[in-house]
């Protein structure tokens, strides 16, 4: 069975370490994805847009990782408002078990926020929401 290609939406200011242990993740032998790593840290316009919708229409699964700040990170919100324009199945995953993690401004109020598990993660990667 071919690997889910999933692209990382995270807060680039707050949250590098948790995409870091994603990508460390993904790694593992038994891992059902790969990582399209295409962080774009630019001043968010159109052009950033044109980059990320690109991005993300070429991928299974939109990754949310969910910080205490990912509510403020505008980047996250137009990622995942773009995965919702384009139809591309997206989760959101509580990035840490002992702070209290925010949705982004662009998730619909019925989505649920993961508990971050190896486990949960498979499941959640083939489409168990």
């Known amino acids: 069975m071919s690997k ?3 692209f990382i939406s995270f807060d680039y200011d707050h949250d590098s370490s948790l995409k ?14 790969e990582l399209a790593d295409w962080s774009i840290k630019e001043h968010i316009d159109d052009n950033w847009k044109a980059k990320a919708r690109s991005r993300i229409k070429a991928v299974d699964a939109v990754c949310v990782i969910c910080g205490e700040y990912t ?4 980047g996250v919100s137009a990622e995942l408002k773009i995965a919702k324009e384009e139809n591309i199945p997206y989760f959101l995953l509580s990035g840490y078990s002992d702070k209290q993690c925010q949705k982004p401004t662009a998730a619909s109020l019925n989505d649920k926020l993961y508990k971050w598990t190896w486990s949960n993660l498979k499941l959640l990667i083939n489409g168990n929401r």
């Open 71 to 74: 509510a403020s990170a505008t």
């Open 20 to 33: 870091m242990l994603l990508v460390g993740q993904s790694k593992n032998e038994d891992s059902p994805f």
């Open 4 to 6: 889910k290609r999933v």
